[in-house]
């Protein structure tokens, strides 16, 4: 097999990346955006041992679960990677993700719910951080060609809320009139390298991040007159980051406009949210996703309840009312911040929430022996830890419920609390990411 060589294809199945997979001459390929049931012609684009890559030139027979995009700038830069395919399917795909996944480790027997659908299909993100680069010498906003940092112009971002392009748009428009450079990445120069827009739907509350490599420019205030004009703004924020680097938002954050915060709402709770905070993007979505956590842990008013991986005390300040006690830890300072002045907004004593990694306050817990009725944990792709696995099992809880958004790393670690004596029979997918090819999912372990 070569590169470029043109091959007919029949797709057989989907990677967990949403790549079209086919065999040919004891070959795997990958498929960019072709679907199962569909037969292609495709170019091989790039040739391993015992794989390639490849793209679609023409379909010859076409999947009835494709959706013809019609802006596929969206599906090309990873942005939405499954707009192709119907939203039912979507689901099913993740489900099936999860299904793999417990079949690999022989877990067979464990019942795998249908995956709970999105309210909103597009348009959910309640947060869009989006990267400003120089295109045919003007200052644009766009995002990444899938697998590169070429810069896709764009104004629909599809999965945020329209709200937020429509901020993302009149922001663009700003930094073009004032002549403020874009960042130039190769060089490390230039000024504004992403904006990062919030807004909550309950109190219409927006943020406007400019992320800059300078502390400080020239226009600055004109720049930032003009934004606190756009309808809704209630914060604009300069985050500084000054580094050669991928990562987003530098560790510095400047008021330039309004609030240090937003506020936004899950249910009846008020949780305000800084700029480094982590909150759940999908609006609508997380309350069904902690109203399906929290049905599962049936908690007692005589429960000590812990929130791992904390964020800004969200699952917490949820059930705290229900509950005896709350303790939480999470590793961004200003999360920890706004999760004990999110308590103290909601009339709630009973939390408590301390900064550090998880995987070392954990051991300490249980080492000045805390007993626990019930832990949440809702750790970042990469999963727990041993070590934090070791700890919550020594604080005896009933019940271990765990939230994921990486099913790989959590089928890791649940094999490790059941051979420590916790035991699991369900996990219920739930769709946080609606077009992407992202999974969540909630499990409950009882002891
Ligand atoms: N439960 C929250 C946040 C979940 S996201 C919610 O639903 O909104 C995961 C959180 O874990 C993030 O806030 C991240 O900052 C935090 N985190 C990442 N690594 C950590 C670690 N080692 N110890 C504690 N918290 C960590």
Known sequence: MQKNQIVELEITDLSYEAMGVAHYEGMTIFV?????????????????????????EKIIKESPDRINVKLNQWVQTGLASLAHIKYAKQLDFKRNQVVNLLQKIHMDDVKV??????????????????????????????????????????????????????????????????KVPAYDEIHNKGEVRYLDVRRSKATGEIMVILVCLHRDFPELLEVAAEISQIKGVTSIILNHNPKKTNVILGKKDYVVFGEDHITDMIGDVKFRISPQSFFQINSLQTPRLYNLAIEKADLK??????????GIGTIGLSVAKHVKAVRGMEIVKDAVKDANANAKLNGI???????GKAEE????????????????????????????????????????????????????????????????????????????????????LTK
């Open 113 to 178: 719910d249908e995956t709970l659908a999105s309210p909103e299909e597009i348009g959910y993100r309640n947060k869009a951080q989006v990267p400003v680069r120089e295109v045919n010498g003007q200052l644009e906003i766009g995002f990444f060609r899938r697998h590169s940092h070429d810069l896709v112009p764009l104004t629909n971002f599809f999965t945020t809320d329209p709200e937020i392009d429509r901020v993302l748009v009149a922001v663009c428009d700003i930094l073009r009139k004032y």
């Open 349 to 355: 004593n009973n939390a408590q929430y301390v900064t």
């Open 361 to 444: 306050i954990m051991p300490r817990w249980a080492k000045e022996g805390l007993k626990t009725d019930v832990i949440f944990v809702d750790p970042p792709r990469k999963g727990l830890t041993p070590e934090f696995i070791d700890a919550a099992v020594e604080t005896s809880p009933k019940k271990i419920v765990y939230i994921s958004c990486n099913p790989a790393t959590q089928v890791r670690d649940l094999q490790l609390f059941k051979e420590k004596g916790y035991k699991f029979d369900e996990v219920a997918p739930v769709d946080m990411f609606p077009q992407t090819p992202h999974v969540e999912s909630v499990v409950v």
């Open 301 to 310: 008013p005589s429960d000590v309840v812990i929130d791992a991986y904390s």
């Open 32 to 56: 960019n955006n072709a679907l199962p049931g569909e037969v292609v012609k495709a170019k091989i684009l790039k040739v391993k041992k015992n794989f390639a890559f490849a793209k679609i």
